[in-house]
């Protein structure tokens, strides 16, 4: 069980264009995703906390309106990059939340994203 | 916000050593979870550990929560345990929102 998808799980694009992530909880209703950047050899790095029904939660220092998010129902969540530049390329990870105790989070396989 | 230090940064054993990889955080936290990024990227969930001590196989963790540490143990260490591990903490301003430590880079050699 816990099982969270992502698709695509890898992009090339060229700079300027918009690439859109999906994130779904397979087998469980998520009223919270988390959407994660992770560059080389780093850790994860929290963008936003996606909520089911409302508008996303971003982080300090992450653009809302370059990272579009969108969390349309309990089981599905969509990052969408716009304008990528080169700087935009990296591994994006959502996370799904489970409620109840404990709260734990089921991160996805990641979507690696190339931008030229 | 909160810190999350992890040591050792890097990790080479051979196969069948055990080790011990430790976690310091800077604050009181609600939630601690241990993962395993494998070399594709996928991380996996090994415990949730707030407190306690927790064994599952050859993995077992303790939290010290009082004094803001968590420890991973990986005995009899096997080649499909590479990767990276990390703990991540939910502090005390809720919201299930997790702050990732900085990694152990974990190399089993044959």
């Known amino acids: 069980g816990a099982v969270v998808s992502q698709h695509p799980s890898r992009v090339i694009c060229k700079s300027g264009t918009s690439v859109k992530i999906e994130c779904r909880s397979l087998d469980f209703q998520a009223t919270t995703m988390f959407w994660y950047r992770q560059f080389p050899k780093q850790s994860l790095m929290l963008m936003a906390t996606s909520n089911e029904g409302s508008k996303a939660t971003y982080e300090q220092g992450v653009e809302k309106d370059k990272f579009l998010i969108n969390h349309a129902s309990l089981t599905l969540s969509t990052l969408t990059v716009t304008s990528a530049h080169p700087e935009d390329s990296s591994f994006y990870i959502c996370?799904?939340?489970?409620?109840?105790?404990?709260?734990?989070?089921?991160f996805g396989p990641g979507t690696r994203l190339l931008v030229l | 916000g909160i810190q999350v230090e992890q040591s050792p940064p890097d990790l080479i054993l051979q196969e069948g050593a055990n080790s011990t990889l430790r976690c310091n955080f800077s604050?009181?936290?609600?939630?601690l979870q241990w993962f395993h990024q494998n070399p594709w990227g996928q991380l996996i969930n090994l415990f949730y550990i707030p407190s306690g001590t927790k064994q599952n196989g050859r993995l077992s963790a303790t939290t010290v929560a009082t004094e803001r540490y968590s420890l991973l143990y990986i005995s009899s260490s096997q080649t499909t345990d590479s990767g990276v591990y990390f703990c991540a903490v939910e502090g005390g301003g809720g919201g299930n929102k997790l702050t990732f430590g900085t990694g152990t880079q974990l190399k089993v050699e044959l």
């Open positions: 996370s799904a939340g489970t409620s109840g105790y404990p709260e734990t989070q089921y």
């Open positions: 604050d009181s936290v609600n939630n």
